[in-house]
C-alpha cells in the first residue's frame, strides 16, 4: 500500500488500474486496516468473480472506500477538498493480520465489506 498527498490540480492523471495495482486519488488517509480491507476485497472480486462486470475497477475502488454508492457526491468531495492524497494498492501484496481496537474502526470495516456487496448488486 502506498499513500502520498499530492499537491496537483490535475488529479485525475493519477488514476489508474493496470490489472495488477489501482491508484486512486481520495481525500483522506484511510486507517491501514481499512485501507487494507478495502484493497483485499477490491482484488478478490476482480480476481475470482470473472462472471461479474466490474465496469470501472477505479469507481469500484472508491465505492469501496467512501461506503457509497453516491459516485457524484464522492467525487465533488473529492475534488472540493484542499487536500489529496494518491493511494495505491497492488494485488500481490501482503497484509499483516491486524487486530481491531475501537467500534469506530469495527463499523467503518463492516460498511466497507457491506458496500462491496451493495456496489455488485
Same mark, same amino acid.
Request: hydrophobic share 40%.
Given at each position: 500500500?502506498?499513500? +502520498? ?11 489508474? /488500474? ?15 486496516? %481499512? %485501507? ?7 482484488? /478478490?472480486?476482480?480476481?475470482? @468473480? ?11 475502488? &472508491?465505492?469501496? &472506500? /467512501?461506503?457509497?454508492?453516491?459516485? +457524484?457526491?464522492? %467525487?465533488?468531495?473529492? #475534488?472540493? @477538498?484542499?487536500? +489529496? ?9 501482503? /497484509? ?5 481496537? #475501537?467500534?469506530?474502526?469495527? %463499523?467503518?470495516?463492516? +460498511? @466497507? ?6 456496489? &455488485?448488486?
Amino acid at each position: 500500500m502506498f499513500v +502520498k498527498e499530492v499537491s496537483d490540480e490535475d488529479f485525475k492523471k493519477y488514476i489508474s /488500474y493496470d490489472g495488477n495495482c489501482i491508484t486512486q486519488v481520495i481525500d483522506f488517509i484511510p486507517d491501514n486496516i %481499512l %485501507l487494507a480491507q478495502v484493497c483485499e476485497i477490491f482484488n /478478490y472480486f476482480l480476481k475470482s @468473480s470473472r462472471n461479474l462486470k466490474i465496469k470501472s475497477p477505479p469507481i469500484f475502488f &472508491l465505492f469501496l &472506500l /467512501y461506503n457509497s454508492q453516491n459516485i +457524484k457526491d464522492i %467525487l465533488d468531495r473529492i #475534488s472540493q @477538498s484542499p487536500k +489529496k492524497f494518491i493511494i495505491r494498492c497492488c494485488a500481490d501484496e501482503k /497484509y499483516d493480520s491486524v487486530r481491531i481496537t #475501537s467500534k469506530e474502526l469495527r %463499523l467503518k470495516l463492516s +460498511k @466497507s465489506a457491506i458496500a462491496s456487496l451493495d456496489s &455488485l448488486l
